[in-house]
């Protein structure tokens, strides 16, 4: 999952580069959602020791496939 | 300023849902930065990646204090995934915003499935 990170890391600065060079970067957009997004990433999981039980999982799937069902519709 | 704070609301909670559920923020922020901000299909996708890079860079980071980081075969799938990025950007870029948007959609219900997938097994 570590290593995955890393790879990730990597895919998504050559996407960061490639959409830059489109014009289609929202650089204050991506600060404004990203930066707190690390540190709750952080929080995430140390969270997920303690509270990541099956109901909830089940619960965020629910809320994705609802935010999906509401973009293919 | 309102929307500035729902933007930084929004930010923590995909972090923490991302981090609690071991999603890629990517399928969070796409959402948050269209539904939220109010940015178009095609710049939220953009957008997201570099949102992404420091979410993993922290990861990584941590993760690396641990040794866990394998840097050989990530640096090998991240260089090799490139090519298939940038098919990924030029197919993005000639594709109407509806059929991007419904796209994203269909990926969404394919992450909740695995989601939903991962629970039921582990019971």
């Known amino acids: 999952m570590a290593t995955s990170l890393a790879a990730i890391g990597i895919i998504a600065l050559a996407g960061t580069v490639s959409y830059g060079f489109h014009g289609e970067l929202k650089p204050g957009a991506a600060a404004l959602v990203g930066l707190p997004a690390a540190a709750g990433a952080i929080a995430g999981t140390a969270l997920q020791q303690r509270l990541a039980g099956r109901t909830l999982s089940l619960l965020f799937a629910v809320m994705l496939a609802g935010v999906g069902i509401k973009l293919l519709v | 300023m309102d929307v ?24 969070l922020f796409v959402p948050t930065l269209t539904l939220g901000l109010g940015l178009t299909q095609l710049h939220a996708e953009a957008t997201s990646l570099l949102a992404i890079i420091p ?69």
């Open chain 2, 4 to 27: 500035t704070l729902l933007a930084i609301g929004l930010g923590v909670l995909a972090g923490v849902l991302a981090g609690l559920f071991g999603v890629g923020g990517g399928i």
């Open chain 2, 55 to 123: 979410t993993v860079a922290a990861g990584t980071w941590r993760q690396r204090r641990y040794g866990n980081v394998r840097w050989r075969p990530a640096i090998v799938i991240g260089l090799a995934a490139i090519g298939g990025v940038e098919a990924g950007v030029v197919v993005a870029e000639s594709l109407p915003e509806a059929v991007l948007e419904r796209l994203f959609g269909a990926l969404m219900i394919v992450v909740a499935a695995q989601v939903a997938w991962r629970a039921r097994r582990r019971g």
